[in-house]
């Protein structure tokens, strides 16, 4: 009885995997104000507009390069105004849904294509395999800001625009790795012996392949989020992204520059969400590929069973 009780143990005491995860998420103090983070900042992206949406919008004249922390015109003007006397709070909040819309559609759009065409790549015959590598090399052959120049000038700036643009620069990306990762887990026994068995090629590819890249395609689009999100930024800077009335981060740092001098504020903020975001972005990422590796998942359990 001592003995099977003692065996029994461990197991009774066993957590589902989400539990673990967010046990191992809340042990890596980083990664867990990361995701606090990252989570208000997509609340303020679903509920903003339709809290704030109006008062982003109201001009007033009179506030106009109102200096932060001066709430004589009220809590909305705590970050200060912009220079049509709008406050800087609501229209941060507001501007959150279209940046994070355009991040996530680009990354969404770039990696179903990309894991996809990778996926085929790497499982089937060299033929295919070659064709589709060099889609990927003709889309890396052109500069990305070259490609956002020509398909914007001629469509037009606009969010399904944007979206599209980002999301064929990033298909390679997403492409080649897949691929790589396919070209080493075709190899494996589980593989091979779903072949001896007679299971179809799709079918060996969506239950078997698939579930073992996809904590890699995971990280990376993590990680992809927060360039995507920093290029859109930057064609919004150069003025050829989302243009007024939509507004972005990335669109009121550029309504900020020209008054640097005098309203420092305007373009401040924006850069200082863009900023923060990033790096929320990043340290879940790092976090992410340790605990989606069984590999390496170890680690953080290790630490989770020692602070427990």
């Known amino acids: 009885m001592t003995d099977v009780t003692l065996v029994a143990k461990p197991v009774s005491q066993g957590k589902s995997g989400f539990s673990a995860l967010l046990s191992m998420l809340w042990r890596d103090k980083l990664a867990f104000v990361s995701a606090v983070i990252l989570v208000l900042i997509i609340l303020c992206a679903v509920l903003g507009p339709a809290l704030l949406g109006d008062m982003a919008n109201s001009q007033n004249l009179r506030g106009r390069n109102s200096p932060p922390f001066d709430l004589a015109r009220g809590w909305a003007f705590v970050l200060g105004g912009d220079s049509?006397?709008?406050?800087?709070?609501?229209?941060?909040?507001?501007?959150?849904?279209?940046?994070?819309?355009?991040?996530?559609?680009?990354?969404?759009?770039?990696?179903?294509?990309?894991?996809?065409?990778?996926?085929?790549?790497?499982?089937?015959?060299?033929n295919i395999s070659q064709v589709i590598m060099r889609l990927a090399d003709v889309i890396m052959s052109f500069p990305s800001l070259l490609i956002a120049v020509v398909v914007l000038y001629v469509l037009g700036p606009s969010i399904p625009n944007m979206i599209l643009v980002l999301a064929i620069t990033r298909?390679?990306?997403?492409?080649?790795?897949?691929?790589?990762?396919?070209?080493?887990?075709?190899?494996?026994?589980?593989?091979?012996?779903?072949?001896?068995?007679g299971a179809g090629h799709w079918r060996i590819i969506a239950r078997h392949i698939l579930p073992v890249v996809a904590p890699t395609l995971v990280t990376i689009a993590t990680l992809d989020f927060a360039f995507v999100m920093l290029a859109e930024s930057s064609l919004s800077f150069l003025g050829i992204g989302i243009q007024p009335p939509d507004i972005t981060w990335g669109l009121m740092v550029a309504q900020g520059r020209p008054y640097l001098t005098t309203a420092w504020w305007l373009?401040?903020?924006?850069?200082?969400?863009?900023?923060?975001?990033?790096?929320?972005?990043?340290?879940?990422?790092?976090?992410m590929r340790i605990a989606l590796d069984p590999t390496q998942r170890w680690r953080l359990e290790a630490r989770s069973t020692k602070d427990e």
């Open 84 to 126: 049509l006397g709008r406050p800087m709070l609501a229209r941060l909040v507001v501007a959150a849904r279209s940046t994070i819309m355009v991040a996530s559609g680009a990354v969404l759009v770039s990696l179903a294509i990309g894991a996809t065409l990778g996926l085929v790549a790497g499982y089937m015959g060299k």
């Open 171 to 197: 298909i390679p990306i997403y492409l080649r790795t897949t691929r790589a990762e396919v070209l080493e887990v075709r190899e494996r026994m589980f593989v091979q012996a779903a072949v001896v068995m």
């Open 267 to 287: 373009a401040l903020w924006p850069g200082l969400f863009i900023v923060i975001t990033t790096l929320a972005l990043n340290l879940l990422s790092n976090w």
